[in-house]
T-cell receptor
Framework: GAVVSQHPSWVICKSGTSVKIECRSL??????MFWYRQFPKQSLMLMAT?????????EQGVEKDKFLINHASLTLSTLTVTSAHPEDSSFYIC???????????FGSGTRLTVV | DAKTTQPNSMESNEEEPVHLPCNHS???????IHWYRQLPSQGPEYVIH???SNVNNRMASLAIAEDRKSSTLILHRATLRDAAVYYC??????????FGTGTSLTVIP
């Protein structure tokens, strides 16, 4: 089946630094990818929709200058958390729509800890 | 997209059937009903989806009410590996998913 590979699975960074998370569609082309954030014991919150070759669309309340999304190819989308702070510590998950599935496949998630 | 309502938690004994309910009274005619589940520290996993008719696959069955205002995910024989948070999501084709709170399923050995 369609697989989305997300890397890294976990990362620890110092406050004030930037972290990049990659999401790749391995056996299909993903014109649209989505980025979610999930805090402990909470549900997934949609952050932004990433469209190949164009600017991402951010959900209300999500800072686009802090969470930079790039979708330069049909198989790769990246999320960069800039100037990370401890409150950005969370579980970040990407997903992509699979043609014919009427649904989405999700990456395995990235656990970000900012110290 | 329309909202869904699910119980916060449910329990089931191992090897017994589990019926996970979902209410979606404001569903529109073009909304698909999706079910995903999430194991701890993993991304959500597709379970099943449908539009109007009941659906079966190797993982589960989806029973959709005639008026489509509710649906039930049926796990025929719960195993310990089925312990997860189950999300019922409504979405039109191509639209993004907005997750509700889901149902945390505990399977008792």
């Amino acid at each position: 089946g369609a697989v989305v590979s997300q890397h890294p699975s976990w990362v620890i960074c110092k406050s004030g630094t930037s972290v990049k998370i990659e999401c790749r569609s391995l056996d299909f082309q993903a014109t649209t990818m989505f980025w979610y954030r999930q805090f402990p014991k909470q549900s997934l919150m949609l952050m932004a929709t990433s469209n190949e070759g164009s600017k991402a669309t951010y959900e209300q309340g999500v800072e686009k200058d802090k969470f930079l999304i790039n979708h330069a190819s049909l198989t790769l989308s990246t999320l960069t958390v800039t100037s990370a702070h401890p409150e950005d510590s969370s579980f970040y998950i990407c997903s992509a729509r699979v043609q014919g599935l009427d649904g989405y496949t999700f990456g395995s998630g990235t656990r970000l800890t900012v110290v | 997209d329309a909202k869904t309502t699910q119980p916060n938690s449910m329990e089931s004994n191992e090897e017994e059937p589990v019926h996970l309910p979902c209410n979606h009274s404001t569903i529109s005619g073009t909304d698909y009903i999706h079910w995903y589940r999430q194991l701890p520290s993993q991304g959500p996993e597709y379970v099943i989806h449908g539009l109007t008719s009941n659906v079966n696959n190797r993982m589960a069955s989806l029973a959709i009410a005639e008026d489509r205002k509710s649906s039930t995910l049926i796990l025929h024989r719960a195993t310990l590996r089925d312990a997860a948070v189950y999300y019922c999501i409504l979405s039109r084709t191509g639209n993004q998913f907005y997750f509700g709170t889901g149902t945390s399923l505990t399977v008792i050995p």
